[in-house]
């Protein structure tokens, strides 16, 4: 396929595309759909393409074999490849229709991750294990772990495949100073792919990637020289009620070294997890100062084992992943190859009075799906997350400790 550069009103941006060795002679007219997700939540990015074949060529004549069962995409958000994010897809599906569309999806090209499946042990420093792991079975080009996790730990791998121990281990985990909340991923960055292997906290502290403005056009701070990209489109919505999140989060497990049922004790903080310590990216958590402590039942985390004797990285991880959700932001803005999950960005309203129901949702949100839309123009979408708003009203909402808020 001959390298594309699209150009329109607002944005220039180049697309290459193979299957297999072959370039794809590929136009914007061809495209019907053509969507690359990362997302925090998930191992891998994924893709979905759908171009006319009105010929059935690639539908219907290519055999799906090795040589057809693989995809790169060069996507670039101006006009030179330089700068640009190369992905490698395995594609898992196909669906051939009599609709003269080539239609597939797929994953990010990782091997070692699903299988095979493997009996064995760690000892040593969780990060480093994490890292040789990243590099020398899933033969990535790099690692972001958290500096929490440098620390020594015995793991155990029972007939798991890597994505399982992986899982477990984001799951679980207790890091240095007692963070958790962690997010495991494979991510492009470039021409690269990291294992991301981060706390909540590590990325809010993270010094602002994008800021965003509800405009059509990018707009230039005077002062400062820093770009506002415009937000074409904006949705909020909230999940307090659905979520059910509570001021804190009661535990109770069975100790089996000691042979022992232990409950949680508000009273003493025993087995009981909180905010105090969340770092916020908002002035108030989407939590109601006047609701209950806790909900009379609490999480029965199971049996205390040799990793984890008491399960407060598991209560405490799922905990402060449910105040991060508490609040979600869609906005969708120019191409922008080179935002990713985790990021952290500011949404800034312009001062109008038709505006102000939208005031609380200004400041910083982390990026948690990146959705690149590619057709006739390259757009990228958003849902950004946090755990509350910020506002200037009188409210009954919980309001965040001052000294753990996030502030450039």
Excluded at 402 to 407: E, V
Aim: with cysteine.
């Amino acid at each position: 396929m001959a390298k594309a550069t699209f150009k329109s009103d607002t944005i220039n941006f180049h697309l290459d595309v193979k299957i297999g060795a072959d370039r794809l002679p590929l136009s914007h007219q061809h495209i019907e759909e053509f969507y690359i997700i990362q997302d925090i939540n998930k191992f891998l990015p994924s893709f979905r393409l759908k171009i006319r074949d009105a010929e059935g060529y690639l539908s219907h004549l290519v055999p799906f074999d090795k040589k057809a069962s693989t995809i790169t995409v060069v996507l670039g958000s101006g006009p030179l490849v330089e700068g640009a994010t190369e992905y490698k897809f395995d594609i898992y599906r196909r669906f051939p229709t009599s609709d003269d569309i080539y239609d597939v999806e797929g994953l990010l090209a990782v091997d070692g991750l699903f299988s095979p499946l493997r009996t064995r042990g760690f000892s040593g420093r969780i990060r480093d294990n994490l890292s040789s792991i990243a590099i020398n079975e899933l033969e990535l080009d790099g690692v972001d772990i958290s500096a929490s996790l440098d620390y020594s730990k015995n793991i155990v791998q029972p007939s798991w495949s890597n994505a399982k121990l992986l899982r477990y281990l984001e799951r679980n985990l207790l890091g240095l100073q007692e963070d958790a909340g962690y997010f495991c991923y494979i991510c492009c960055k470039k021409r690269k792919k990291i294992l991301v292997f981060k706390t909540v906290k590590d990325f809010y502290s993270q010094a602002v990637k994008y800021n965003f403005i509800n405009a059509f056009d990018p707009q230039q701070d005077e002062d400062s020289g820093e770009i506002r990209y415009p937000i074409f489109e904006y949705k909020a919505f909230d999940n307090y009620k659905i979520i059910g999140a509570l001021k804190q989060q009661t535990y109770s497990y069975f100790d089996y070294n000691n042979s022992e049922y232990k409950t949680n004790l508000i009273s003493i903080k025993d087995n009981v997890v909180s905010q105090d310590d969340y770092y916020s990216l908002t002035k108030y958590f989407l939590v109601d100062k006047d609701d209950l402590e806790e909900d009379g039942v609490g999480v029965m985390a199971g049996r205390g084992n040799d990793f984890s004797s008491n399960f407060k990285g598991r209560v405490k991880g799922n905990y402060y992943k449910q105040l991060n959700s508490l609040s979600k932001f869609w906005i969708t803005s120019l191409g922008l190859e080179d935002i990713y999950p985790g990021d952290i960005v500011r949404i800034q309203f312009l001062s109008d009075p038709t505006m102000m129901m939208s005031y609380q949702y200004h400041g910083f949100w982390m990026v948690e799906r990146v959705i690149h839309m590619i057709g006739y123009q390259f757009a990228t979408r958003l849902l950004l997350t946090r755990s509350g708003v910020n506002t200037m009203e009188r409210t009954s909402l919980l309001a965040a400790d001052s000294g753990n808020i996030k502030l450039k």
